[in-house]
């Protein structure tokens, strides 16, 4: 089985920052694309950022310049570092990561989601 676990969400005033972290665990043969979504209440979930296997990142418009996005491929672990946040940054943010239990079996997991708010 396999397991994503999301931390590093919380409280924090316009301007502040904070990191998240998501860790895949279990069975992994390996990993591809990793990325985080968002969901505000009453809006669909989008998309935040993305990272390929060899380091390509892709942002939303309303994050570039803003957010980070990383990986440690020995730890199966994707970051957000999140700066110069926003009360529009409110939302449940979701990590998500393509990967392969076995060979030729490659899907998509998705973290329990982590709640951050930008308030002051």
């Known amino acids: 089985q396999v397991q994503l676990v999301a931390s590093g969400g919380g409280l924090v005033q316009p301007g502040g920052s904070l990191r998240l972290s998501c860790a895949a665990s279990g069975n992994i043969f390996s990993i591809n694309t990793m990325g985080w979504y968002r969901q505000a209440p009453g809006n669909q979930r989008e998309l935040v950022a993305t990272i390929t296997s060899g380091g390509t990142t892709y942002y939303a418009d309303s994050v570039k310049g803003r957010f980070t996005i990383s990986r440690d491929n020995p730890k199966n672990t994707v970051y957000l570092q999140m700066n110069s946040l926003k009360p529009e940054d409110t939302a449940v943010y979701y990590c998500?990561?393509?990967?392969?239990?076995?060979?030729?079996?490659?899907?998509?997991?998705w973290g329990q989601g982590t709640q951050v708010t930008v308030s002051s």
């Open positions: 998500n990561i393509r990967l392969a239990p076995s060979r030729f079996n490659e899907r998509d997991y």
